[in-house]
């Protein structure tokens, strides 16, 4: 029970963002498709996907790794905020997410009607 | 000492950072916009020489499939074939193998004049609080980390190569001596390390060890002041803060001597904000190795970086800053581990 809430909050998390990168990541192509050439539309759509989701899976671990420590200092500095490792974790897990769609999005539909 | 299960936990999280860091770099490389192939056919090639060249590199391929190409290479360490700079080398084997030991060398002696300097100085200046000597060293901290390389480094080279002529401005040794493997250890032949301080040991030849070392001082000394100011304004206050603590005034109320004191109890606790600087300061050096490799005309990984960004050789690009990336993660691993070692708290 308690693996199955586990994983049901991640992919909560997770896959809301995909989704949305997905719907982004369609809708790009569509609008770009209009004005340039495919093989340039996927290639920067991609690349852009490739880089948010790059920045979310860095800002992730970072946040695993760092994220109890800064928690830690900020106590300790007596400058508590709102930021915590936890929610830190859970934004960056979203912002790899949309990038994911994005990135998805893309191959799918360039595996679907071609590059 | 570290739990086996903190190190494989700090193992494992090395494996995004660095998927993220490969997807981040090969991102921009394809927003940038540049053709490579074009860069590679040179300026008078014709539209069918570029096409066939982006054929053979797979550039006409879908880029889904060209990232998960690339992944796949990274991880096996494999960066593909230079462009521009050696082409068709293999970027690691032919370009930087070569010339990673010349930055990590630099990096290394860098930082260890500004921990060898800083955190004695730091100490001296705590101990002696509001004195002349801690006056001076912030004074000196402060101008440490307001001085870029581009100026300290061309400074101290008129200084010590110029007017005094005690230490040469440029290279890595002297030209007489010829530094080449391998060497002979119990009879077995061993390739070296491409460190030339620890090579010319290796090999036994201790006029080429001095010459090294003379030609590493002034390029190190440049890297590491900034590193020296900032870790001796770091264990100052550091210090400060420790010397303040109740276990301290015990340990003085039990009647040991000051320096043991400091030594013994203050020292271990202080180092831990001290040790995060040194990690961080790390990479940046990694950063600065550039500038300072530029200045003293060393051939290393930031020179090979600058050429491949100029010439638009994109495999090499992308390998260096996978490289750097590496070692940074690395170096902040070990600081993690060496943190866990000064206190166990932290493992939990």
Request: charged share 15%; hydrophobic share 50%; net charge neutral.
């Given at each position: 029970?308690?693996?199955?809430?586990?994983?049901?909050?991640?992919?909560?998390?997770?896959?809301?963002?995909?989704?949305?990168g997905v719907a982004i990541g369609a809708l790009g192509l569509l609008v770009g498709g209009v004005?340039y050439?495919?093989?340039?539309v996927t290639?920067q759509l991609f690349?852009v996907g490739?880089?948010?989701?790059?920045?979310?899976?860095?800002?992730?671990?970072?946040?695993?790794?760092?994220?109890?420590?800064?928690?830690?200092?900020?106590?300790?500095?007596?400058?508590?905020?709102?930021?915590?490792?936890?929610?830190?974790?859970?934004?960056?897990?979203?912002?790899?997410?949309?990038?994911?769609g994005i990135?998805?999005a893309v191959?799918?539909v360039?595996?679907?009607?071609?590059? | 000492?570290?739990?086996?299960?903190?190190?494989?936990?700090?193992?494992?999280?090395?494996?995004?950072?660095?998927?993220?860091?490969?997807?981040?770099?090969?991102?921009?490389?394809?927003?940038?916009?540049?053709?490579?192939?074009?860069?590679?056919?040179?300026?008078?090639?014709?539209?069918?020489?570029?096409?066939?060249?982006?054929?053979?590199?797979?550039?006409?391929?879908?880029?889904?499939?060209?990232?998960?190409?690339?992944?796949?290479?990274?991880?096996?360490?494999?960066?593909?074939?230079?462009?521009?700079?050696?082409?068709?080398?293999?970027?690691?084997?032919?370009?930087?193998?070569?010339?990673?030991?010349?930055?990590?060398?630099?990096?290394?002696?860098?930082?260890?004049?500004?921990?060898?300097?800083?955190?004695?100085?730091?100490?001296?200046?705590?101990?002696?609080?509001?004195?002349?000597?801690?006056?001076?060293?912030?004074?000196?901290?402060?101008?440490?980390?307001?001085?870029?390389?581009?100026?300290?480094?061309?400074?101290?080279?008129?200084?010590?190569?110029?007017?005094?002529?005690?230490?040469?401005?440029?290279?890595?040794?002297?030209?007489?001596?010829?530094?080449?493997?391998?060497?002979?250890?119990?009879?077995?032949?061993?390739?070296?390390?491409?460190?030339?301080?620890?090579?010319?040991?290796?090999?036994?030849?201790?006029?080429?060890?001095?010459?090294?070392?003379?030609?590493?001082?002034?390029?190190?000394?440049?890297?590491?002041?900034?590193?020296?100011?900032?870790?001796?304004?770091?264990?100052?206050?550091?210090?400060?803060?420790?010397?303040?603590?109740?276990?301290?005034?015990?340990?003085?109320?039990?009647?040991?001597?000051?320096?043991?004191?400091?030594?013994?109890?203050?020292?271990?606790?202080?180092?831990?904000?001290?040790?995060?600087?040194?990690?961080?300061?790390?990479?940046?050096?990694?950063?600065?190795?550039?500038?300072?490799?530029?200045?003293?005309?060393?051939?290393?990984?930031?020179?090979?970086?600058?050429?491949?960004?100029?010439?638009?050789?994109?495999?090499?690009?992308?390998?260096?800053?996978?490289?750097?990336?590496?070692?940074?993660?690395?170096?902040?691993?070990?600081?993690?581990?060496?943190?866990?070692?000064?206190?166990?708290?932290?493992?939990?």
């Amino acid at each position: 029970m308690a693996a199955t809430n586990w994983l049901e909050t991640r992919v909560r998390i997770v896959g809301g963002s995909l989704l949305a990168g997905v719907a982004i990541g369609a809708l790009g192509l569509l609008v770009g498709g209009v004005r340039y050439d495919s093989q340039t539309v996927t290639t920067q759509l991609f690349a852009v996907g490739a880089l948010v989701f790059g920045f979310g899976l860095l800002g992730w671990s970072g946040s695993v790794l760092l994220g109890r420590s800064i928690e830690t200092v900020h106590r300790h500095l007596d400058r508590e905020s709102d930021w915590t490792e936890a929610s830190s974790r859970r934004a960056m897990a979203r912002v790899a997410g949309f990038g994911g769609g994005i990135m998805g999005a893309v191959t799918v539909v360039g595996l679907l009607f071609g590059p | 000492m570290a739990s086996k299960w903190f190190v494989i936990k700090r193992l494992l999280l090395l494996i995004p950072v660095l998927i993220g860091i490969s997807t981040v770099v090969f991102a921009i490389l394809h927003l940038g916009g540049n053709d490579p192939a074009a860069v590679m056919a040179g300026q008078g090639a014709s539209q069918e020489q570029i096409e066939t060249i982006r054929s053979e590199l797979g550039f006409d391929d879908p880029i889904w499939v060209q990232y998960t190409r690339f992944l796949s290479d990274v991880s096996q360490f494999d960066f593909g074939e230079s462009y521009v700079l050696k082409p068709g080398q293999p970027v690691w084997g032919s370009i930087l193998a070569d010339k990673l030991p010349v930055t990590i060398e630099l990096a290394i002696y860098g930082q260890l004049f500004g921990v060898m300097l800083g955190v004695p100085l730091g100490v001296l200046s705590a101990i002696k609080q509001n004195s002349l000597t801690d006056h001076i060293t912030r004074i000196g901290a402060l101008a440490g980390i307001s001085v870029p390389i581009f100026w300290s480094g061309p400074l101290l080279i008129i200084l010590f190569a110029n007017i005094l002529g005690v230490l040469p401005a440029s290279s890595r040794i002297d030209t007489q001596y010829f530094i080449e493997g391998p060497w002979a250890f119990f009879g077995h032949e061993l390739p070296l390390t491409g460190l030339m301080t620890i090579d010319t040991l290796l090999l036994g030849n201790i006029d080429a060890f001095v010459s090294a070392v003379e030609h590493l001082l002034l390029p190190a000394a440049v890297m590491g002041i900034y590193s020296m100011a900032l870790i001796s304004r770091m264990m100052r206050s550091s210090m400060l803060e420790v010397v303040r603590q109740d276990y301290i005034r015990t340990a003085r109320a039990k009647g040991q001597g000051q320096k043991i004191t400091m030594l013994k109890h203050g020292l271990k606790n202080a180092f831990i904000p001290v040790i995060t600087v040194i990690g961080i300061q790390f990479g940046t050096m990694l950063g600065g190795a550039v500038l300072t490799e530029t200045v003293f005309g060393i051939s290393g990984l930031g020179v090979i970086l600058v050429n491949a960004i100029q010439a638009g050789d994109y495999p090499v690009v992308q390998a260096a800053v996978l490289v750097f990336a590496m070692l940074f993660t690395l170096v902040n691993l070990t600081v993690d581990i060496t943190y866990s070692y000064l206190d166990p708290r932290i493992q939990q």
